[in-house]
């Protein structure tokens, strides 16, 4: 498979401050590539480069083997950009909006309103074509932003953080569409400071810090190679000495231990959690469950920690420093 | 709210051909009642002007006899051009100053050079519906000229003039706020620097030029000063000096070129001493360089905006 695109030794300065520094990146075709980092990390930047928005300070940058530098126009032309923040024009309508995109990208006026008609289905905003843009809610938004970002039939999709600032259902709804597109063979690169929120959107993912990269590759690989135990969470009723002493015989728990939160004390019955690290698949976590429930231990919960991702990151980035 | 299906516009083939941002910009500037009630406030402000300027026209010289109406006429002429030149200093360039960095404000701006559009396309697009807008409104007062000619003491070369001033002062000034929303980080930063060149090219090219009048070469033509100046052929430099400042604010510009009209008939060509021999040198009018100066200086930003834009890294 071939690679959409591709950076080497890619570096950018702001005055003093180093954005970019020495990045080798490469993305490949119809794939899905999440770009993690804190803010700061160059994400942004390095997204905008790949957008021939901004000039490389050194190093290369190619889309589908187009130069940023030397071909920035081609390069636009086949690439979709959509910013964090969603520019509009005021006394302008959804179906207007991304008309006249399509126009500013040469799209024959013929086929400018079926084209919005289509895209504005494909984002579920079929019902808001007549909508003045100040009206749409920052979910809506997001979506005509990515139906704008579509409108010349882009082959490589640059998302910056496109989940961010949704609330749940914003989420659901932009993760859904962008679920679609990769299914209509677009190369997608979403940046995103929470590594969770890309767990299902991309196969491959980068992590950056400070303008560096940090880690990369396959989503699954590298969270395996990075934390080979999973975090779990285990809460459950009553005393603790059942569960503890179930877990210390199982040859996959590492570190387990009890947790004490007050807000989870009182009146019996009793909650306890209990965290521990698992090195193990679903197969084995299933027959660990199974081991506490015929101990007799109470469960109420047994999961995979939410913030393991994010916990994973801070270690890689630790790491790094 | 209620859904609502999207709007169909009509497409045609001409449309293919039209820059969409132009037509975009043209649609905002002129559609709705804001463009409509701004130019009718100016031509209102403008008739009203020239009627006080009648008024007072006709008082001071009730007692001229037949020349009075000529006095009468040449002061509303001068009323006109002077709010015409006020609107295409002042008002065209209010029009561009955000044209850029308002763009990047509404965070736009990366959207639109995402697309196919050139830097030169988008830098004119913004530019036409600026300049028509002025232009709109400088065409629209001119109907009250009629008042001038009606009085009479104006000619049609005059008049002439007084166009070619207005436009190009409309033109450059326009094109000097948009090469400064380009460079500028804000619209604020933009409107503060182009009215500080504009303010800086009207006054302090009159104060130059009232310096060097006064102590180098005395303006009033066949004055025994100016030709002692001549006689010892020493006046040349000055006169230079002298011409490309009235030259560049085109209030100085209208005055000489109406003062040299009326002291030789000649509108094109200009003399510092016409009550002179033949052999006086003659120079392009005043009004002929500025237009040839603010059109090429116009030029010049175009390409130096299209320069700023054509970097990806703006």
């Known amino acids: 498979m071939t690679s959409a695109v591709e950076t080497r030794t890619l570096t950018r300065r702001f005055g003093k401050t180093v954005a970019l520094d020495g990045i080798d990146f490469s993305a490949r075709t119809s794939s899905a590539h999440g770009l993690v980092g804190p803010l700061g990390s160059g994400k942004t930047t390095l997204l905008r480069i790949l957008a021939a928005l901004l000039a490389p300070g050194g190093g290369e940058a190619r889309v589908h083997g187009l130069s940023v530098s030397a071909d920035p126009l081609a390069v636009r032309s086949i690439t979709g950009y959509v910013p964090a923040e969603f520019g509009q024009y005021s006394n302008m309508t959804a179906s207007e909006y991304l008309i006249f995109f399509a126009a500013c990208h040469g799209v024959p006026s013929s086929e400018r309103d079926p084209l919005a008609r289509d895209l504005l289905q494909l984002v579920d905003l079929g019902h808001r074509g007549g909508t003045p843009l100040e009206t749409l809610s920052p979910g809506m938004r997001r979506r005509l932003s990515l139906a704008r970002a579509l409108t010349h039939d882009p082959l490589v999709l640059l998302l910056d953080d496109p989940l961010g600032g949704l609330d749940p259902r914003g989420r659901v709804e932009v993760r859904e569409l962008i679920r679609e597109l990769r299914l209509m063979g677009k190369t997608i690169l979403i940046t995103s400071r929470n590594m969770g929120e890309l767990e299902g959107l991309c196969d491959h993912i980068t992590l950056l810090e400070r303008g560096r990269i940090v880690a990369t590759g396959e989503y699954a690989a590298l969270a395996s190679r990075l934390r080979p135990h999973r975090p779990m969470l285990i809460t459950f009723l009553g005393e603790s000495d059942a569960a503890l002493a179930v877990a210390g015989s199982n040859a996959g728990v590492f570190d387990a231990r009890l947790v004490a939160d007050p807000t989870l004390a009182g009146a019996p019955p009793l909650v306890s959690e209990m965290r521990l690290n698992f090195d193990g698949d679903y197969v084995e976590a299933s027959a660990l469950l199974n081991d506490l429930l015929r101990a007799g231990v109470q469960v109420v919960s047994f999961v995979e920690r939410a913030d393991s991702l994010e916990a994973m990151f801070e270690e890689v980035r630790d790491g790094a420093r | ?314």
């Open chain 2, 1 to 314: 709210m209620e859904p609502d299906s999207a709007p169909a516009l009509p497409a045609t083939s001409r449309r293919d051909r039209i820059n969409p941002l132009a037509l975009r910009e043209l649609d905002a500037r002129m559609r709705g009642g804001h463009a409509a009630g701004l130019l009718g406030v100016l031509i209102f402000v403008t008739s009203g002007v020239s009627l006080l300027v009648y008024a007072i026209a006709a008082l001071v010289s009730a007692n001229q006899g037949a020349g009075a109406s000529r006095t009468v006429g040449t002061g509303v002429f001068y009323a006109l051009v002077g709010m015409q030149l006020i609107v295409a200093a002042f008002a065209a360039p209010a029009l561009t100053c955000g044209a850029i960095s308002g763009e990047r404000e509404r965070r736009t701006f990366d959207l639109l050079r995402s697309t196919a559009l050139t830097p030169w396309q988008i830098l004119l697009s913004k530019l036409t519906a600026s300049l028509g807008f002025s232009l709109l409104i400088l065409l629209a007062t001119l109907p009250l000229f009629s008042l001038a000619f009606l009085l009479g003491g104006i000619e049609l070369s005059q008049m002439g003039m007084a166009v070619c001033l207005s436009v190009a002062t409309a033109i450059l000034f326009s094109v000097m706020g948009l090469c400064a929303s380009c460079y500028a980080g804000s619209t604020v930063s933009a409107v503060v620097v182009t009215y500080g060149a504009i303010l800086l090219i009207l006054i302090g090219s009159g104060i130059l030029l009232l310096a060097l009048t006064g102590f180098l070469l005395p303006l009033t033509a066949g004055t025994a000063a100016g030709g002692r100046a001549a006689a010892a052929g020493e006046s040349a430099l000055a006169q230079v000096a002298t011409l490309g400042l009235m030259s560049l604010s085109p209030i100085s510009a209208f005055v000489a070129s109406m003062l040299n009209f009326d002291n030789r008939n000649d509108m094109l060509r200009f003399s510092f001493n016409p009550g002179g021999p033949v052999s006086e040198p003659l120079w392009p009018a005043p009004f002929v360089i500025l237009t040839v100066l603010y059109l090429f200086a116009a030029i010049v930003l175009l390409f130096l905006a299209a320069r700023r834009l054509s970097r990806i890294d703006p």
